[in-house]
């Protein structure tokens, strides 16, 4: 008996010593074998150590736990203070030219606010409206970006209005108006509203357009010149795009009203794609120069990320674009713990999900959770399965 009681002691001591260091990865995933058929899961310490988990070491697709990363890069190359630009100039012919730097929060409560500023400013004559899109030079939409009328599906560019989506409402006689009191109805929403039937809607405007930089141009200064009449400014003349002339002169350069902590927080809330992506973009202009690129920001991500995880976790992270619609970003649950317990000094800006802090992630096949359990300790569950099984992990753990 006293030989069992020692043998017993000592195998409790050993599962013990595992568990602690995070060591029984067949164990955990086996306890957890009827949610999870291809995924993993980890949960670490206050200061990350991982004290539980299953496959932690191999790559999944995170779908939108990836924000994390990309806000934490924002958060470090821009700082919380930082305000998204965008510049007005005026020529001799009264003709206005905007030049976007790929603001994501240019809504029509805050353009009304910038034609404001710009009587203020002694601009009395709007004829022909310019946009200046020159400080994006993308080789490509976002990938992952699908083709649907979704807003999640909305094309990026340097200069956008409504996160360029438009709310319309279609009448019983197919009359197209605008859906919302602070945006006037628009020629493109006529357009785009002619084939859907009565009802409500939120339509991002790019869909099936192949050439959406003028299609996004359009869009804003079609909304800068109906709320130019709305102001009482007098004016008229083209709409399109353009870059601006040496001689015009710059009279106003408006700062966003939103810092990017104010961003963030609203971009890990409702998981906005397109605000997510413009993030990205900006971040890597601001640190190596405009225009901004796709490569700029994956080498700012690389800057930043290997600074603060290392090498050898940064190698667990593949990320392509900065919202998590690619099926090309991958990582593991133990680089995601990695990040968690560096973006702990950033917790309020998460949202709660299921009790706990916590950004979700959601594509067909994809469900995954990243955050902070009741006790603050970092927590990552990342399913690439038929069955979302998340919340019932979540509960467990």
């Not at 020529?91 to 029509?108: C, H, M, R, V, W």
């Not at 890597?284 to 690129?293: D, I, L, M, S």
Request: hydrophobic share 35%; with cysteine; aromatic share 8%.
């Amino acid at each position: 008996m006293a030989v069992n009681r020692k043998i017993t002691s000592i195998f409790f001591l050993f599962c013990t010593a595992l568990v602690c260091s995070g060591q029984v990865v067949s164990a955990a995933c086996h306890s957890f074998s009827t949610s999870i058929k291809n995924g993993a899961y980890a949960v670490a310490s206050s200061d990350g150590t991982i004290t539980l988990s299953c496959n932690q070491d191999i790559q999944f697709v995170p779908a939108s736990i990836i924000k994390i990363p990309t806000a934490l890069v924002a958060l470090q190359v821009l700082g919380k203070d930082y305000r998204f630009k965008t510049e007005f100039y005026q020529d001799a012919e009264n003709n206005l030219y905007i030049k976007g730097y790929g603001d994501p929060f240019l809504t029509s409560e805050e353009v009304f606010q910038v034609v404001q500023t710009l009587q203020l400013r002694g601009v009395s004559h709007i004829n022909t409206i310019i946009v200046d899109s020159s400080s994006f030079q993308l080789s490509r939409q976002p990938p992952g970006r699908g083709v649907s009328d979704n807003p999640y599906d909305a094309p990026v560019g340097a200069m956008a209005v409504n996160f360029n989506t438009v709310g319309i409402r279609v009448a019983k006689n197919r009359n197209v108006s605008s859906d919302e009191p602070q945006t006037p109805t628009l020629p493109i929403m006529q357009n785009i509203g002619k084939k859907y039937r009565r009802g409500h809607y939120r339509i991002n405007i790019g869909q099936k357009e192949k050439n959406l930089e003028p299609l996004m141009a359009r869009h804003a200064a079609e909304l800068f010149r109906a709320l130019q009449k709305k102001a009482g400014i007098p004016g008229e003349g083209d709409l399109g795009m353009g870059i601006v002339p040496l001689d015009a002169r710059l009279v106003y350069s408006h700062r966003s009203s939103k810092n990017l902590e104010e961003v963030v927080r609203s971009c890990l809330r409702y998981s906005n794609n397109f605000v997510a992506n413009l993030v990205y973009l900006v971040s890597g202009a601001e640190k190596y120069g405009y225009p901004a690129t796709w490569e700029k920001s994956k080498s700012a991500a690389y800057e930043v990320l290997t600074g603060l995880l290392g090498d050898e976790i940064y190698s667990e992270i593949k990320q392509i674009e900065g919202s998590g619609l690619s099926r090309q970003n991958k990582v593991t649950a133990r680089a995601m713990i990695e990040l968690l317990t560096v973006f702990k000094k950033h917790i309020q800006l998460m949202p709660r999900k299921q009790g706990v802090l916590a950004k979700s992630g959601t594509l067909e096949g994809v469900y995954s959770y990243a955050g902070y359990l009741t006790n603050g300790n970092p927590f990552v569950i990342i399913l690439n399965q038929e069955k979302n099984k998340r919340d019932q992990i979540l509960r467990r753990l």
